[in-house]
Structure formats: C-alpha cells, structure tokens
C-alpha cells in the first residue's frame, strides 16, 4: 500500500475533511509513490485565516530571529539530502545527480536569503533635497511586509523553486501559503517538514494540496491573500493574472530561448554549451535552449558538432544518472512528439533522434527548420532541438524577437562588441554571451519579458517584491 501524506494546515500535519486524495504516479517507475490530500475550500479558509493571525508577531521578530528558523531549515535539508534527492529522483524524474544539486542549492539560496535580509537596510532623506523643500522634514523609509503571500512552484525544480519563493516571503515578515505543483507535492511536503521541524510559529505557514479545479481559482481569488509569487506555464500565469485583480504578482513563465551562433563563433564552446543547455533534464526547464539561430556560414560545422554531442547523451533511467530521462508524463511526451511529427512533415531535416518509448523521448535535433513549423515557436519542454538557418545577425534578431516569449537569449561569438548589439537588440530579460540560458546565480535578477513572466526574482528582488516601502515623516520644528 502506498504511504498516504498528510496537509500542513496552519501548522498542523493532518488528513483533509474531504476524505479524498490524489495518487502520485512515479513518471519512470510507473508505480505508485504516494496518495496527497486533496484540501478543501473550508480548509483554505482557516489556513489563510491563522496565517493572517499568525502574521503581525512574526513580523515584529528581529531579521536575526526570524533567519535563525530559516538556518535551521536549511540545516535539516542538508542532513536528509539523501532522502529528500531520491524523492525528487523518483517523483519527477530528476537523474540522481541533479536531484541532490537541487537539495544543496536550495539550502545555500536559503542562507543566502537570510544575509541578504540582514545587510538590506532602510533609508532616510531631508526634506531640503527638493527645491522648497523644507530641512526640517526627515523621511523615514523602511520596508515593511505585505501580510500573506501564496506561493506557487511547478514540478520540475518541486524543492528549488519552492524555497525561493517561502524563504524570501518569510524573511520579509510575511506568513506564507504554499501550492506545490501536484507532481512534484511529496518532494514539497518533505521539503516543508524539514521546515517545520524547527519549531515554525503555528499557522505561519500552511502547505495546500489539491486539485487545481477545486482551490487553485478560490486561493487566487481569495481576499485576504496580498501577494502572489506563481511559476509555470503561460497559459496559467495568464488566467492567474486576470483573476488576481489589485493583487502584487510575480510571474515566472515559458520561454522560447533562442542561441544566436554567429560565424566567427567557436565552435567548441558554443556546441557544448547548447547541448548542456537544450537536453538537461530532457529539456524541461524553462530556461533551456529551445531553437538555434545560426550563420549559414557554419551551419555544417555547428550542425555535425551537435549531432555527434547529442547522440554521444546518455538515455534512460535517473537512477543510472542519464542525461534524458522520461518525460513528466505520457501526455507531455504527446506533445512533444506532435511538434517533430509536425517539423518533419513539412520538410525539417531529421539529423538524429525521433525515438519514442512510452514517455522517454529520445534526444531529438532537426535542421533546416522554418518559420511555417510549430517547433520554431512553440516551447516543447522536451528534448528536441530545432536548428533555423539564418542569413545575418538582423535576421536572427528578428527571429528572435518574433517569438511571443522573452525569457532568455544565447549569443555565441568571440566579438564582444558584436555581442553587446545583438544583447541589445534582442527581446529578453537575460542575455547570456557566449554561455547557455539558466537561472542564477540567485543573487542575480531572474526575469522574463512578454509572455515569459512579470515582476522580477533573484533573492535581493524577490524580498522587494514581498514588501512594500513605508515612508514616515518627521518633522522637526
């Protein structure tokens, strides 16, 4: 029998009043891994509730008193590494090696939180800086938080992406409400009683599971949520923006990452850098390279350099670390399939790949790609690489800016001031030169542009986004 996982509703481990739950299927193994509550409206309604008590003492801790917990979280996922990886490992396909990354990146983006929490300090300004300004007027400025923020995380980074967006909200001085994605909800509830462990005020924090159809619209729409931090797909991010009326929100979403290869480009470095960075976790990353625009000057050379990387990628089981493992589900692999069927009927050139078993996709390249084929548009979240020949530098620019998405952009070429025009003209929240798209490190900005998101992260951004200034007056007489 499979282990049933309790809720953490306002800062207790329980079973939900609906009696329900949802089966959590391993997308390798194929077996079940564990049943998740399924939450009811009612319960959502006390979680906020106790989380908006639970709030103004919490707040009214030191920076110091508050890290001290998030040290301590920190220190309890390092000592359950090993169990923690293997149950992202199992439950979203995550290769070993990449699943214990995870779990020590998130405790290092955590203490980092802290840090920066503690060196971030208010300000002061005299009245006399502005002209007729009086000098006996001081402006006190200080950062105060929003109240209740509802953290949303996707599956593929289930512990990662989870903490960075709860960590900041708690350094803040908010309470928090957390909505894992529903694969990847057992690596978010283990991820959380690690947090819990330190003795977290009650009601501080609660962990929401359920069907999307049942809370996922009441929890947005609720009123006395004051902040939302969202990661996923477009789609959602779009339904969740037009519900959240007058609600602060942080919008991670797709991308259609583009590597502009130039032809005085090296060639070894840029091919290496594009496959790390299109088939890492078989392409399901928001930030992995999903179509090369390359000088047909070099399009040979690049195209037979990754056609010998991509077929030299390991494929298989986590467990054995492979390179491409199997999709998060039959469904993605569907998708994935449909965009190579729909390249190769319309005349894109198979290089290598185009295997199928079940939902493990073999890495895929296609060249010759064109702008009527739904590959050189459509994010596949899946290992296929599309590779669209280009004339110039104007016409990849133009490519690229085409595109819906404005996550990030690669720019290969050993000109830096070519560099630096291309960066300028292309459409997206980073530029990466001569380097492979990725988030981080955390202490960067992280950001996307038209449909790739709204608001910015990065540890020092996102503890702006999850406080408001606060400016008190004195006036001196």
Same mark, same amino acid.
């Given at each position: 029998?499979?282990?049933?996982?309790?809720?953490?509703?306002?800062?207790?481990?329980?079973?939900?009043?609906?009696?329900?739950?949802?089966?959590?299927?391993?997308?390798?193994?194929?077996?079940?891994?564990?049943?998740?509550?399924?939450?009811?409206?009612?319960?959502?309604?006390?979680?906020?509730?106790?989380?908006?008590?639970?709030?103004?003492?919490?707040?009214?801790?030191?920076?110091?008193?508050?890290?001290?917990?998030?040290?301590?979280?920190?220190?309890?996922?390092?000592?359950?590494?090993?169990?923690?990886? %293997?149950?992202?490992?199992?439950?979203?396909?995550?290769?070993?090696?990449?699943?214990?990354? %995870?779990?020590?990146?998130?405790?290092?983006?955590?203490?980092?939180?802290?840090?920066?929490?503690?060196?971030?300090?208010?300000?002061?300004?005299?009245?006399?800086?502005?002209?007729?300004?009086?000098?006996?007027?001081?402006?006190?400025?200080?950062?105060?938080?929003?109240?209740?923020?509802?953290?949303?995380?996707?599956?593929?980074?289930?512990?990662?992406?989870?903490?960075?967006?709860?960590?900041?909200?708690?350094?803040?001085?908010?309470?928090?409400?957390?909505?894992?994605?529903?694969?990847?909800?057992?690596?978010?509830?283990?991820?959380?009683?690690?947090?819990?462990?330190?003795?977290?005020?009650?009601?501080?924090?609660?962990?929401?599971?359920?069907?999307?159809?049942?809370?996922?619209?009441?929890?947005?729409?609720?009123?006395?949520?004051?902040?939302?931090?969202?990661?996923?797909?477009?789609?959602?991010?779009?339904?969740?923006?037009?519900?959240?009326?007058?609600?602060?929100?942080?919008?991670?979403?797709?991308?259609?990452?583009?590597?502009?290869?130039?032809?005085?480009?090296?060639?070894?470095?840029?091919?290496?850098?594009?496959?790390?960075?299109?088939?890492?976790?078989?392409?399901?990353?928001?930030?992995?390279?999903?179509?090369?625009?390359?000088? %047909?000057?070099?399009?040979?050379?690049?195209?037979?350099?990754?056609?010998?990387?991509?077929?030299?990628?390991?494929?298989?089981?986590?467990?054995?670390?492979?390179?491409?493992?199997?999709?998060?589900?039959?469904?993605?692999?569907?998708?994935?399939?449909?965009?190579?069927?729909?390249?190769?009927?319309?005349?894109?050139?198979?290089?290598?790949?185009?295997?199928?078993?079940?939902?493990?996709?073999?890495?895929?390249?296609?060249?010759?790609?064109?702008?009527?084929?739904?590959?050189?548009?459509?994010?596949?979240?899946?290992?296929?690489?599309?590779?669209?020949?280009?004339?110039?530098?104007?016409?990849?620019?133009?490519?690229?800016?085409?595109?819906?998405?404005?996550?990030?952009?690669?720019?290969?070429?050993?000109?830096?001031?070519?560099?630096?025009?291309?960066?300028?003209?292309? %459409?997206?929240?980073?530029?990466?030169?001569?380097?492979?798209?990725?988030?981080?490190?955390?202490?960067?900005?992280?950001?996307?542009?038209?449909?790739?998101?709204?608001?910015?992260?990065?540890?020092?951004?996102?503890?702006?986004?999850?406080?408001?200034?606060?400016?008190?007056?004195?006036?001196?007489?």
């Amino acid at each position: 029998m499979s282990q049933i996982y309790q809720a953490y509703l306002a800062g207790h481990w329980q079973t939900s009043a609906s009696n329900q739950t949802i089966t959590i299927e391993s997308p390798w193994q194929h077996q079940p891994l564990g049943e998740i509550q399924a939450v009811t409206q009612a319960e959502v309604d006390v979680c906020i509730k106790q989380a908006k008590q639970a709030q103004p003492a919490w707040a009214a801790l030191s920076n110091s008193e508050r890290g001290a917990y998030l040290n301590q979280w920190a220190d309890n996922l390092l000592a359950n590494k090993a169990e923690l990886a %293997e149950t992202v490992m199992n439950e979203v396909g995550k290769n070993a090696a990449d699943a214990e990354k %995870e779990i020590v990146r998130t405790a290092d983006l955590i203490r980092y939180t802290v840090q920066e929490a503690l060196h971030m300090h208010g300000e002061s300004v005299r009245g006399d800086g502005f002209p007729g300004g009086s000098k006996n007027k001081l402006g006190v400025i200080e950062r105060v938080p929003l109240g209740v923020v509802l953290a949303i995380s996707p599956f593929n980074y289930p512990v990662n992406l989870a903490a960075a967006k709860i960590a900041p909200a708690l350094m803040a001085g908010n309470a928090a409400i957390f909505k894992p994605a529903t694969q990847g909800a057992i690596s978010g509830i283990k991820m959380i009683q690690a947090l819990a462990a330190t003795g977290l005020p009650a009601g501080l924090l609660s962990l929401l599971t359920g069907h999307g159809s049942q809370i996922g619209d009441y929890l947005t729409e609720h009123p006395d949520i004051n902040m939302i931090s969202f990661t996923g797909s477009t789609q959602t991010g779009k339904h969740l923006s037009a519900k959240s009326i007058m609600v602060p929100l942080v919008l991670e979403l797709g991308g259609k990452d583009p590597a502009i290869v130039c032809s005085d480009a090296d060639l070894d470095v840029t091919t290496a850098d594009i496959i790390g960075g299109a088939f890492s976790y078989s392409g399901q990353r928001c930030t992995a390279v999903k179509r090369v625009l390359v000088s %047909e000057r070099v399009a040979d050379d690049l195209v037979a350099g990754l056609k010998k990387q991509v077929e030299a990628l390991t494929v298989g089981s986590p467990a054995d670390n492979s390179k491409i493992v199997p999709l998060i589900s039959e469904k993605a692999a569907d998708f994935v399939q449909d965009l190579i069927d729909d390249a190769l009927a319309k005349g894109a050139t198979l290089v290598t790949g185009n295997k199928r078993e079940g939902n493990l996709i073999y890495p895929t390249l296609l060249d010759h790609v064109t702008p009527d084929m739904k590959v050189a548009w459509i994010e596949p979240f899946g290992p296929v690489l599309p590779v669209i020949r280009v004339e110039s530098v104007a016409e990849a620019i133009k490519l690229a800016n085409q595109s819906k998405f404005g996550l990030q952009a690669s720019v290969f070429t050993q000109d830096l001031d070519k560099a630096l025009r291309i960066a300028g003209g292309v %459409e997206a929240g980073t530029i990466q030169v001569n380097g492979r798209p990725e988030r981080g490190p955390d202490n960067f900005p992280f950001l996307g542009v038209k449909a790739s998101g709204m608001g910015t992260q990065g540890v020092h951004n996102s503890i702006l986004s999850m406080s408001r200034e606060k400016l008190t007056v004195i006036n001196l007489k």
